[in-house]
């Protein structure tokens, strides 16, 4: 069921007062006509928007509703928008018993089931490169789970409100009481566990951590040909983890908003936070609620998000969030939003995974990814220690692999389709690619209506371009129809490793011309990070790293020209030395990463004391922006009892 929003009403909103307004003037009126004290907590990463806190709730019976406040808010002179600071939760689905359910990953195979996507062929055009970023706004990422170690970047924690300590009388209902890392926001984007404290309970009847991020980010990017767990879709691009969900799966409006600026680098600067110095191409978002007035992303409600998605969009970032698991119904928000991709999950067959949303809008671009024969996904996994006080915390003697279900697991499907296709053809735009995915997909097959066998018994349903979205996605005709639209020859790279050595050797010998022929490109490689290394090999197919490699993080770009010299395609590999922690790295010779403001702003600035009596600035500058072997996923399977659902994980 979808969660309703008539009640109770938000004590927090989003306001956005363009430049030339005065904010303590429009504060002002709204503490007036609400009758009770309106109060600035922070100003945004989307310019001119600012987080204020109500006091308390107002006592007339006139503004007993939601809509009620929405409207006196947007009524004011100077407001350009008031939306409700509400919560959004991850959305899965508990898997059936067995952990040992055989089918695995079958969906990225050319098999004759009707969704495969047969991955193996793309991989053999393209595995992607290391300069293409996928942003995963998520609960954070296990940065020692073996699938992602070698494609992570150090992210950021954007989960503001602070937990108090375990033992500590909760204030507020456990589903919202915070970040479970015991600070607030910092640069450490590590997962710490979504459990609540001992003897609570999360609003889903939950006890235990999900580590839904890790489980997000390991679909796309897990490492391959690594004898362990699953393969990844793209096995280069790496992840910039951006936690913005904390205890029970809860994730807030406002955080979602300064996670999805910092990740594109398209807002205002905060000096404590920095500029991200690894701007996205694809920002990840596996959440999803009712849109928070009843609409579908078109209202003051959602306005805060959908200025989010416009401006990251605007920046030339693709936006790809999971449709939501609501049986059959709507597309959720925010993936109805104008500008998105919103994912949604079929079975192997074709037919509608029996929890996945569907339809479409004149705003959504909805696209179908498969699982297997029940519409379920292979995803990393951790369960968590239990236990004397820990409260979720994982397990590092544990990371291993486990089935899910939910479009929470959709979404990177897409997002990795997307870094692969920019990783062939960087000169297409997002819209370009988006159009490809649409007039590449699998058109729903017939007879697919009310199958048996689906999850749970409840049967999948016919669809058609009107009823589910554009269809069903098919990485390689997508991919040939970037390449022609392109006209580039592609270096195709061997997958990033992690290596115990301090030597490597990495083979692009199936790199291809635009036509997709193997003969006439000249090479070139170049290390375009770490500590120096030794190359042998830098203008043939095969590079050898014969020594330096020890202690350090290096990235290899290759770039190929075909015979007409003027047709240039690049890629990137990143090659860890087992020993370093990626997130601390910095090559020597260098100094570690200074945050500094923007030479300029792109607004005025106002300095206002916040709720918590710290001087806050006001709109700033915008940041700078071959053979697969076996998986290995007969050992490490877990039971999950998972995800969230009201407002919730996908």
Known sequence: MQSSFAAPVSTRWIIHIPAAANVQQVLGAATQRLGVPVRIVRPLLQPDSWLVQLDRLPVLSTLATQPAVSALLNAIPGVGFASPDIEFKPVAIAPPDDPLYGSNQTDYMGNGTYAGMNMPAVWEQTRG????????????????????????????????????????????????????????????????????????????????????????????????????????????????????????????????????????????????????????NVINLSFATSAPLGSNCTDAGTAAVRLAITDARARGVAVVIAAGNNNGGPVEFPASCPGVIAAGAVQSNGALASYSAQGTSTNDITLMAPG???????????????????????????????????????????????????????????????????????????????????????????????????????????????????????????????????????????SSTASGSNTGLTYQWTQVYGNPTTLVGTVSPILQVTAGLTNNLAEYQLQVTDSNGNQVGASTVRVLSAGVDERNFTPSGQSAPVVTQPAQSSGSATTVTTADGASSGGSGGGGGGGGVAPLGLMGLFALLRFYRRGGRAL
């Open 372 to 510: 297997d024969t029940t519409g379920q996904f292979v995803a990393a996994y951790n369960p968590g220690m239990s236990g004397g006080g820990h409260n979720g915390a994982p397990d590092p003697t544990k990371n291993g692999a486990a089935m899910f279900a939910g479009t929470s697991f959709a979404a990177p499907m897409l997002s990795a389709v997307v870094t692969l296709i920019e990783s062939a053809a960087p000169n297409l735009s997002v819209d370009q690619i988006i159009n490809v995915l649409k007039t590449s997909a699998l058109p729903y097959p017939s007879g697919a209506s009310c199958s048996s066998g689906n999850l749970f018994g409840l049967g999948g349903c016919s669809c058609s371009s009107n009823s589910c979205g554009a269809g069903i996605v098919n990485p390689l005709q997508a991919l040939n129809q970037a390449r022609a639209l392109a006209g580039l020859p592609v270096a195709n790279v061997p997958q990033s490793r992690v290596v115990s050595g301090d030597s490597t050797t990495l083979d692009a010998g199936i």
């Open 129 to 280: 490169s290391a300069s293409k970023i996928i942003a995963v706004l998520d609960t954070g990422v296990l940065f020692d789970h073996p699938e992602l170690r070698g494609r992570l970047l150090r992210g950021y924690d954007f989960v503001s409100q602070v937990t108090p300590p375990t033992g500590t009388t909760e204030t507020a209902p456990v589903a919202s009481s915070g970040s479970n890392d015991g600070n607030g926001r910092d640069p450490d984007a590590s997962d710490p566990g979504d459990a609540p404290p001992p003897g609570f309970v999360c609003s889903d009847g939950s006890t235990t951590s999900s580590f839904h991020g890790t489980a997000v980010a390991s679909v796309a990017v897990a490492q391959a040909n690594n004898g362990a767990f699953l393969a990844g879709m793209d096995w280069n691009a790496k992840v910039l983890p951006v936690r913005i969900s904390g205890r029970c799966g809860t994730a807030t409006t406002s955080d979602i908003v300064d996670g999805m600026y910092w990740a594109s680098g398209s807002g205002r600067v905060d000096p404590a936070i920095g500029v991200n110095p690894n701007p996205a």
